[in-house]
């Protein structure tokens, strides 16, 4: 399988794009599609380990060594079948996924990685350019019906999957769009909303419902969809955004990024134009958490015309590279500079915002921070100690709140009378399974906040275990969990 | 008289090996001398035998001598018919009166039966007090019974049969009456012309034992002996040779296969002279015994059909004559006639055999062992395994010779001359008209018109197809492909961590519950690729005939050249139109809706089928798994092909038809030769064709679809070659039915029912179990739906996948090791040792089934240091060039540090490591690795050793050689292999100086000699029998045994072999234990144990079965940061472990803190589980397996059955034998030759004064030369002294080993005869062997020196004054030799040095020949290059400088031998020098020109 001396002959190669000024002129993806041969290449590299630590980085065990090989072959089709074995949606992991695969690469012990993710990508949308991705309804239908509610990537893998395996199944979605966090959470410079919309022509022509704007627990009771399913599977994320509770939070100009990212997903959408409060032009904009969401509020600021772009992380600035706290294969806690950061912004690492500082208007006009520093006790948490005669003041006109989710809201798996994790999740008690035998919780919610790769995996474990309580047994493929690399 | 099975130990895996010979007066001169000259035949053979543990036990001797008319005449009181009018008897019998008088009594009973008469009884007189103790329990009370023609009308034909079926049914009759001894009851020799005086008795004492042959009336024109050198340590007194009309030194090892043939012969069996009797005299060969014993049962039923004893010999073993290229058409001819009736019985052996008129001896094909004779001036023939063993003076010989491979040797006693072995052979072919009979009945596959009928298409879908019949896309981009492009099949690297089929959850074919066996030690495995000329395929087809009718019949079968047959040769099968073949194809298809009961119905069913088809005239029965439906599955064709062979052999009729296969499963070379080794005679894989096709259609293999099947079969053709092989097989005609394979994980009932007289040994699961997995693999075939996954599944058997199948190895433990070594992390090893035990438990291997119990808790501080424990611990044996430098020296110096071994690997090692380097790191690797290849062993490096291991064979790949390509071979490498650069290097299968038992207590010898210090350590593999093996092994004074598993890494091997060969260290570790124990000879060595072994709980496991000390290879090499990409064949490593590519081996970031952290680890587990069961130290715990339970909790529904209580058993013994190491072995050095030497030696050795000594010498001084070199090479290194500085001179024959290991500075001159591996090893010494000047023959065509000299030279000269036997050269890689006629595959293997060939030289010449440079000369300057291997060498003429080397070497020669042949030569130097052919490997040239263009960069 594959080039034997690939690695040896090929260096790794980057997904060109457009140049960051012009590419923030607009929200479109910005990357070009390198040449067949360039990726047949890459494909070249992969190693076929006998271990492929990829594989068992990858969330979703995709066969990665399998598909790299049928890449190189220039046989796409066949690499097509092997992605999709294990993967509903490649073509969402392909722009998104933050690649512990290729963190996991053995071939980047010694060098840069094989570009798994690209190679993924590009299988997928040659995929779908050649018209193979064709939607693959059951051929019988079980009489079951399934209702899952939230429609994110963990509800729409649930969803695809139950479907093929013959059950009917309702997707509901609280929003006017289907797509979940994809679709208002994902600026579109990072996944055009067309490649949503191109996957559930799919999943629409294979014979799953799509219902928006509904809001179980609201518009339909819970009780009353728990009697009308065979089986309900809770995809509804984790959506309680952690807040800020330092003086000044309330004022005028201090957003939650995931109150201002949606709106301008909206607003390029066309279903509405932007409210001055989420606009960012001309202004100084402070983005507080260093995170992907801090990174995607960067992107949006600088396409809006931020007169300055400024991201606040707590913890300390990573090391370039791996360190031995994060050998090999583990997911690393290293210096990552994304799209959007090359795009323009000054980052501050190991600061803490105090205040907001309003002006008269109760419009925020400011920030206070003072430097801290991390204790480390073998043992016990590390702790976030003030560095003396530290403070600083900030211009700052809109100041973005990137600081993650606390977990999923309560409400409605209360209204299921379902039980929580200590962290607040609703609880497998038997992995998927809540404490309700019909009813089964996937994703965010399930896991807490998490990254989309996890979600796709949770829905299709989870729609496995669906299939098996409506059954008795299942078909529906299951990873082996004992093969995620996991940190010790 | 065998103990009974006990635990793991078997009586039936007992093997023979033995010295042989005979002597005899060309002039018919009798003579008592001649017996006494016999036994001393056998005392000069004494270090070719072996003792008991109680020291006076031999394993068995005996004499077969004339009988002695006169002198019986006046020791009776009953009156005797002239000579050859009657015959005698010699009668063991039961000790109790009572019984004796029964036996007595039913043996004169079917004597007059016959119509004969009974003339008397004799009391033999003997002393029992030589007897030993353990012989003594069994001693039969022997007789001699005297039976007259009773008329006169009876010819000397019909007299001998009737003897022959009263002997036979007496003996039915008696081991039938449940007689309590009724098993001592056994006649050595019931004969008109002979008598066999043997027993369970060490040969000098045979004659104290039995008075008659000491009185001077007893005498004999000739007189044959034997003594036995088994693995056994039970022997038996019947089981002593010689048997009635032959002895053999060797081993059958196609004996299984053989004897099951011969039951199905036996249904035919018809003739007017035993007229209905023949039916009692059945079966012809007694259960239990002895291969040797079997064949001479077998060669007196067809001496009993009229066929003369050369004749009948001939049969049994052929010479090598399918791929012979310029044998005569007769004997061609014969051979293939008789292959029609008889496959041949396979092995090394040398059968000496006698009727009395004719005495003589038969090689086998391959020439495995020696066979050396001389005739003398005064009318003596003595032949021998080694010369030498009768003192001869010079003058008195009139010839030197040896038998040949495959050729035979006879006297004439009548006519009282030799007859040569072509005039023998002329005379019998030629007797009857082979060829006419052949050419019109004999029907070759290619000659069957095609039909154009054609079996119908499969209705069923391809892909469901392929997932019920449990494909994978492994199987078909690993397997399949890879052989249709190639020819041959895949390599893989690293050891196999998956589940036993018996543990795995996934569906399994039955043929992964099937381990093939191999050989080691007691035979050689054999090199079907570069001996290819006496390997063989082909099969023939059809029903068998009467053994008794010399007829044309007998030919009538359907001849197959590659056995697996396309789809259009099945079809011409299927439809064939002949009035002599008839085909039925029967279903091996069954409902699955009924489960097992449909399996069991359709069992039923088919062999009523098959039934019905042999009576409606049918002899080919097609068993076929076509036409797979949703309702109907395939029965494994394995057990449908073992099931009808076995049926229809309990029903007596399997010799009327042959198997056919046609068949979706078999896709490997093991599936395809258990299908042959249970019986079918020919396969179809279908399915792997219409995979093919399909492949070739969609692109993946860019080859015409008929090209790429022909490319698989000849692929599966050379892998089946390949595994019989390993067993030591030549022909597929005898693995055939041989079953040379152990169950694993399979159920007793199972296998007595459709496998009988296979091993199975933890048992496991059943027919219903089966059934369960063919119906799992059948519904999810069906149920399964592309869209919800693949359409076939990835596989993950070679390369770890989620969804595929479990590997111990894998991300995570492969992660938590590295970590807690790097990190030096304990809780990180915890983590890792609990993934491993866990995974073990999870039933990943046997030591997972078990569970410690018996808890006796002591505080850890009381139990030993791991400073202590970590002693015991080694690393495993990788070679420098499978593994990099850094990798090498890592663990090296990390096993140095805390006093563990690290083990050099075949690869020889840098000198500089031999002293520690300026860091004080001390990169010497302990233990020393002596394999086939022999690569850089030399004088100093074994000097180097603190333990010397024999590497009999590896885990990955037991019973195969190995291979270093070209490429991997760097300069740095070649200087430690002593090789050229870039020149490829082979390691044989076999060792070539290990052909049997006695062999290797030889090398042992040597070794012991080349460094008296060091421990001498032999590496098996685990099967089922290495526990007598093992036993064997001791007895040959190794002062280690390690078991490995058959999970081992490798950095190269066939993936099949990776697998499918050797068992789990688990069962070989308990049965070595528990057999050395029950012998009492586990106390004089160490057991050692490895394979996959990686926590402290691993190696209390196998501690608590026996072993004391440990192998790790997986692990340190994890620990030092190997990730197992599997790729150390492809040289790609990307961590810089297993790759000399310099820039993947900058890559390399191990240390030796590394490995050390992890020995420390492992040990600290260790402690844990030893202070929780109550051991303080490691000795109290070898051996103890009441410590182990069996887990209770087994949930497993395929593991339930198994049954580890043979594993766990615990023989009972006297408190007095030990069960682990207290003693030391003794070597016997004390009488080597060389301490003389040493003694007078001083001023050479110390000062390097020139100095020269003379000596007489006999063939039991052996291995001279080794000892001296030995302290040459500790006083002054490898350089060792300066050239000539002691010369020594040698008159009389020289033992085995002749200046093995010699060294610089030493002149070592023989003036006699030599016997075997003169010069092995040599490593700088100049050797002469010369003629005798009183001798009078002709050198050049007389034998001075014997097999396999110069094996594994490195260095210095050797110059022969004659001819030298097969192997000559093998595998030298620096020594430059002249010599005057060699036999059998010279310069084999050789990489380095010179042969000049002066004389004649044997078949294939130059086989797997990579370097070095062959002279051969012939007196017209032709040479018949069908004698050559021209595989990897071309033929060149001279250049003026190989004129030039060629004639310092003969000059060199002259001054040597004074050779009249050299001398002649170069006195017309410009015309005879046209005379020589210069043999030139492509390889060493191509990397000689590299060379010389690489110097000649350099100076630019």
Redo the contacts between chains.
């Keep these: 399988m594959g080039k034997i001396k690939g690695f040896m002959e090929y260096d790794r190669m980057k997904e060109p794009v457009i140049d960051p000024k012009k590419r923030v002129k607009n929200y479109n993806e910005f990357t070009l599609a390198p040449k067949t041969e360039e990726l047949q290449e890459q494909g070249a590299r992969c190693m076929d380990c006998g271990v492929p630590f990829c594989h068992s980085g990858c969330p979703l065990g995709n066969l990665i060594p399998d598909f790299n090989d049928e890449v190189y072959k220039n046989e796409w089709e066949r690499a097509l079948t092997i992605l999709h074995s294990t993967n509903n949606f490649p073509e969402f992991t392909g722009r998104l996924c933050p690649a512990p695969c290729e963190e996991a690469c053995v071939l980047g012990i010694v060098n840069p990685p094989v570009s798994i993710e690209l190679i993924e990508k590009y299988i997928v949308e040659r995929g779908f350019n050649e018209g193979w991705i064709q939607p693959e309804p059951p051929e019988t239908r079980t009489g079951k019906t399934v209702a899952i509610v939230g429609s994110g990537p963990a509800g729409l893998a649930a969803a695809q999957q139950l479907n093929r395996a013959g059950h009917t199944v309702t997707v509901f979605e609280r929003d006017n769009k289907i797509g979940g966090l994809l679709r208002y959470g994902i600026p579109d410079f990072k996944m055009e909303k067309k490649v949503i919309d191109r996957r559930l022509e799919i999943l629409e022509a294979e014979g799953i419902q799509f219902q928006c704007n509904v809001e179980i627990g609201k518009t339909i009771t819970a009780e009353a969809l728990e009697n009308e399913y065979d089986a309900v599977v809770l995809a509804t994320g984790a959506t309680i955004k952690r807040q800020m509770p330092i003086p000044g939070a309330d004022l005028e100009g201090v957003v939650q990024a995931m109150d201002f990212l949606p709106h301008n997903n909206k607003a390029v959408d066309g279903q509405h134009d932007r409210d001055a409060k989420f606009l960012a032009k001309d202004r100084n904009v402070v983005v507080i958490g260093g995170g992907d969401t801090g990174s995607d509020c960067i992107g949006t600021s600088n396409r809006h015309g931020a007169k300055s772009v400024t991201n606040f992380e707590i913890l300390p600035k990573p090391a370039d590279s791996r360190t031995e706290e994060h050998p090999w294969p583990y997911w690393p806690f290293k210096l990552k500079t994304s799209s959007s950061h090359e795009e323009g912004s000054h980052r501050e690492w190991s600061i803490l915002t105090k205040e907001f500082i309003g002006d008269e208007k109760g419009h925020v006009k400011g920030l206070k921070t003072v430097e801290v520093q991390w204790k480390k006790i073998p043992g016990e948490r590390p702790q976030l100690i003030e560095k003396e005669d530290s403070e600083k003041e900030w211009p700052c006109d809109l100041a973005l709140l990137a600081l993650g989710f606390t977990g999923p809201e309560k409400s409605l798996p209360e209204q299921f009378g379902l039980t929580f994790d200590e962290r607040g999740n609703i609880k497998g008690e038997n992995d998927y399974q809540t404490n309700k035998k019909s009813i089964f919780t996937a994703g965010d919610c399930r896991r807490g906040q998490s990254l989309i790769v996890w979600a796709i995996s949770e829905g299709r474990e989870a729609a496995h275990q669906v299939d098996s309580y409506l059954m008795g047994t299942s078909t529906l493929p299951q990873k082996n969990k004992a093969g995620d690399l996991v940190a010790v | 008289m065998l103990p009974a099975k006990q635990g793991l130990y078997d009586p039936q895996y007992e093997h023979d090996n033995c010295g042989a010979g005979f002597i005899c007066s060309l002039q018919g001169k009798k003579t008592n001398d001649i017996i006494h000259k016999a036994l001393d035949i056998l005392d000069k053979l004494e270090h070719r035998g072996a003792v008991s543990a109680d020291g006076k036990t031999g394993d068995g001797a005996g004499i077969l001598i004339e009988i002695p008319h006169d002198f019986l005449v006046t020791q009776c009181n009953f009156k005797l018919p002239e000579l050859h009018q009657y015959a005698v008897g010699m009668v063991f019998l039961p000790k109790k009166e009572n019984q004796r008088s029964y036996c007595i009594g039913v043996l004169e009973n079917e004597i007059q039966k016959q119509g004969l008469e009974v003339l008397g009884w004799r009391k033999i007189p003997v002393n029992p007090d030589v007897v030993g103790a353990i012989a003594a329990q069994t001693e039969p009370h022997i007789m001699q019974v005297f039976v007259g023609r009773g008329s006169d009308t009876l010819s000397d034909h019909q007299f001998n049969i009737k003897l022959f079926i009263a002997r036979k049914i007496a003996e039915h009759t008696i081991f039938s009456s449940k007689l309590s001894e009724a098993s001592y009851f056994y006649l050595p020799s019931l004969s008109t012309h002979t008598l066999i005086y043997k027993g369970l008795l060490i040969p000098e004492d045979i004659k104290g034992y039995y008075q008659d042959l000491k009185d001077p009336a007893v005498v004999t024109r000739l007189a044959l002996v034997h003594q036995r050198f088994s693995t056994n340590t039970f022997p038996t007194w019947d089981l002593a040779q010689p048997f009635r009309y032959m002895c053999h030194n060797g081993e059958i090892n196609t004996f299984r296969g053989n004897l099951s043939r011969m039951e199905a012969r036996e249904e035919l069996l018809e003739n007017d002279l035993f007229g209905p009797e023949i039916k009692k005299i059945l079966p012809v060969i007694l259960s239990g015994k002895s291969d040797s014993a079997s064949m001479d049962m077998v060669v007196e039923i067809l001496l009993a059909t009229g066929r003369s004893l050369p004749e009948v010999m001939m049969m049994l073993v052929p010479e090598a004559w399918e791929k012979h290229a310029s044998m005569d058409e007769d004997k061609k001819a014969f051979y293939q006639y008789n292959a029609c009736i008889m496959e041949p019985w396979d092995g090394p052996a040398s059968i000496p055999f006698t009727d009395g008129k004719y005495i003589g001896a038969l090689l086998d094909r391959n020439g495995l062992r020696p066979s050396r004779y001389s005739v003398t001036k005064d009318g003596y023939v003595v032949m021998s395994s080694e010369t030498g063993v009768l003192d001869i003076l010079p003058e008195n010989i009139e010839k030197h010779g040896r038998l040949e491979p495959g050729k035979m040797f006879l006297v004439d006693m009548d006519e009282g001359r030799i007859i040569e072995d072509e005039e023998i052979k002329k005379e019998i072919t030629t007797k009857r008209p082979y060829k006419k009979w052949l050419d019109k009945n004999l029907l070759p596959l290619k000659n069957i018109p095609y039909t154009g009928n054609k079996t119908p298409v499969e209705e069923e879908d391809f892909e469901t197809r392929m997932r019920i019949f449990g494909y994978t896309?492994e199987d078909l981009?690993?397997i399949i492909t890879p052989m249709s492009v190639e020819g041959k099949e895949a390599i893989g690297s690293?050891g196999t961590d998956t589940p036993l089929a018996v543990l795995s959850d996934r569906p399994q074919l039955l043929y992964n519950y099937f381990k093939q066996l191999f050989a080691q030690v007691t035979n050689p495995p054999l090199d079907g690729i570069r001996e290819e000329i006496v390997t063989d395929t082909s099969l023939s087809i059809g029903s068998d005939y009467n053994l008794f009718d010399i007829t044309a019949d007998h030919a009538k079968k359907l001849s197959i050249q590659n056995p697996v047959i396309s789809n259009e040769d099945l079809d011409k099968i299927k439809f064939i139109e002949n009035d002599d073949f008839k085909s039925t194809t029967v279903s091996t298809l069954y409902e699955t809706q009924s489960g097992l009961n449909g399996l069991e119905q359709a069992l039923e069913e088919m062999i009523q089928e098959v039934e019905k088809a042999i009576e409606q005239g049918a002899n080919i029965i097609i068993l076929s798994d076509r036409g797979v439906s949703p309702s109907m599955a395939p029965i494994p064709m394995l057990l449908a092909t073992s099931h009808t062979h076995h049926a229809f052999k309990r029903s007596k009729q399997r010799s009327k038809f042959g198997i056919l296969i046609e068949s979706a499963e078999p896709r490997e070379p093991h599936h395809f030769s258990l299908l042959f080794g249970y019986g079918a005679s020919a396969i179809n894989p279908y399915m792997v064709n219409e995979i093919i096709v399909h492949q070739t259609e969609q692109g993946t293999i860019s080859l015409d679809a008929d090209k790429a099947i022909e490319n698989f079969n000849k692929a599966i053709a050379k892998g089946i070659v390949k595994v019989m092989n390993k067993i030591g097989i030549s022909t597929l005609h005898s693995y055939r039915g041989a079953q040379i394979y152990e169950a694993l994980g399979l159920s007793k009932n199972l296998i007595d029912r459709f496998f009988s007289n296979t091993a199975t040994r933890i048992e496991g699961i059943g027919l219903y179990e089966i059934e369960k997995e063919i119906s799992k693999r059948h519904t999810?075939a069906y149920?399964?739906?592309?869209?919800?996954?693949?359409?076939l599944e990835?596989g993950g058997d070679?390369?770890?996948?989620?969804?595929g199948e479990?590997?111990v190895?894998?991300?995570?433990t492969?992660?938590?090791l590295?970590?807690a070594v790097?990190?030096n992390k304990p809780?990180?090893y915890e983590?890792f040792s609990k993934l491993i035990n866990d995974q073990n438990e999870k039933l990943m291997t046997l030591r997972g089934l078990f569970e410690f119990s018996s808890f006796d808790p002591i505080p850890i501080d009381q139990v030993e240091p791991w400073t202590e424990i970590v002693k015991r611990f080694k690393t495993g044996a990788m070679s420098l060039g499978s593994i990099s430098q850094e990798a090498h020296e890592n663990l090296a110096i990390a096993m140095n540090r805390i006093g563990g071994k690290s083990n050099s690997g075949e690869g020889g090692e840098d000198p500089k490591r031999f002293q520690p380097d300026q860091d004080g790191n001390l990169r010497n690797s302990a233990i020393k690795q002596v394999a086939s290849g022999r690569f850089g062993v030399s004088s100093h490096y074994l000097s180097s050793a603190k333990e010397i291991q024999i590497k009999m064979a590896q885990g990955a790949k037991p019973g195969e050689g190995g291979q270093l390509p070209g490429p991997k071979v760097n300069p740095y490498i070649a200087s430690v292999r002593n090789s050229t650069p870039y020149v490829g290097l082979i390691s044989p299968p076999p060792h070539h100086d290990i052909y049997s038992i006695e062999d290797l207590a030889q090398l042992i010898y040597d070794l012991k000699n080349a460094n008296r210090e060091a421990r001498v350590n032999v590496k098996l593999v685990s099967e089922v029998g290495v526990g007598t093996i093992a036993a064997g092994v001791a007895k040959a004074k190794a002062d280690v045994i390690l078991i490995s598993g058959f999970d081992g890494g490798t950095g190269a091997s066939p993936l099949t072999s990776l697998k499918h060969a050797g068992l789990p260290w688990e069962l070989g570790i308990a049965e070595a234990q528990q057999t050395l124990v029950l012998n009492d000879l586990r106390s004089r060595i160490v057991l050692e144990c490895d394979g996959q072994m990686k926590t402290g709980r691993d190696v209390a496991i196998a501690c608590l079965l026996g072993a004391e000390e440990f192998g790790f290879s997986t692990a340190p090499l994890i620990a030092s940061g190997c990730?197992?990409?599997?790729?150390c064949h492809?040289n790609?490593c990307?961590?810089g472990i297993a790759t000399q590519d310099p820039?993947s081996r900058k890559?390399f970031k191990g240390k030796p803190e590394h490995v050390i952290n992890y020995m420390y680890f492992v040990a600290e587990e260790l402690r844990q589980i030893m202070a929780e069961l109550g051991f303080r130290t490691m000795n109290e715990m070898v051996g103890q397996s009441q410590k182990l339970n069996m887990k209770k909790a087994l949930d497993h529904y395929k593991a339930q059955g198994i049954n580890l209580s043979k594993i766990l058993y615990k023989p009972e013994v006297p408190p007095q034998v030990k069960e682990y190491n207290t003693q030391t072995q003794d070597h016997q050095l004390e009488n080597v030759l060389d301490f003389d030497i040493l003694s007078q030696a001083h001023p050479a050795l110390y000062r390097k004064e020139k100095q020269h000594l003379e000596y007489r010498i006999k063939n039991t001084n052996r291995t001279v030369g080794a000892i001296l070199s030995n302290e040459i090479s500790k006083i002054h290194g490898a350089g060792g002294l300066p050239e000539h500085t002691l010369s020594l001179k040698f008159t009389g024959t020289a033992g085995q080993s002749f200046g093995g290991f010699a060294t610089h500075g030493l002149f070592m001159k023989v003036e006699g005869t030599v016997n075997d591996y003169f010069g092995k090893g040599l490593s700088g010494a100049t050797l002469v062997a010369q003629v005798p000047e009183k001798s009078t023959f002709i050198p050049h065509e007389n034998i001075i020196v014997g097999n396999v000299a110069l094996y594994g030279a490195t260095q210095g000269e050797a110059y022969i004054n004659g001819i030298a036997g097969e192997r000559f050269c093998v595998r030298n890689s620096g020594a430059k030799a002249v010599v005057e006629g060699i036999g059998d595959h010279g310069c084999e293997y050789m990489t380095g040095g010179i042969a000049v060939i002066l004389g004649d030289f044997g078949r294939n010449f130059a086989a797997g020949m990579s370097g070095g440079i062959a002279y051969l000369h012939s007196e017209d300057g032709t040479f018949d290059e069908k004698k050559f291997n021209l595989e990897m060498v071309e033929l060149e003429d001279l250049q003026d400088s190989d004129r030039t080397t060629i004639q310092g070497l003969l000059q060199n020669h002259v001054d040597y031998t004074k050779s009249p042949k050299a001398r002649s030569i170069l006195k017309n130097w410009p015309e005879s020098s046209r005379n020589f052919i210069k043999v030139m490997p492509t390889d060493y040239k191509r990397a000689l020109e590299l060379l010389a263009k690489q110097e000649l960069e350099k100076t630019v």
């Design positions: 896309q981009k690993t690293m999810k149920i399964h739906e592309s869209k919800l996954g693949l359409p990835i070679y390369r770890w996948r989620r969804d479990a590997h190895v894998n991300p995570s492969i992660t938590t590295q970590q790097r990190q809780e990180s983590t990730i197992m990409m599997r790729a492809l790609t990307p961590v820039e890559n």
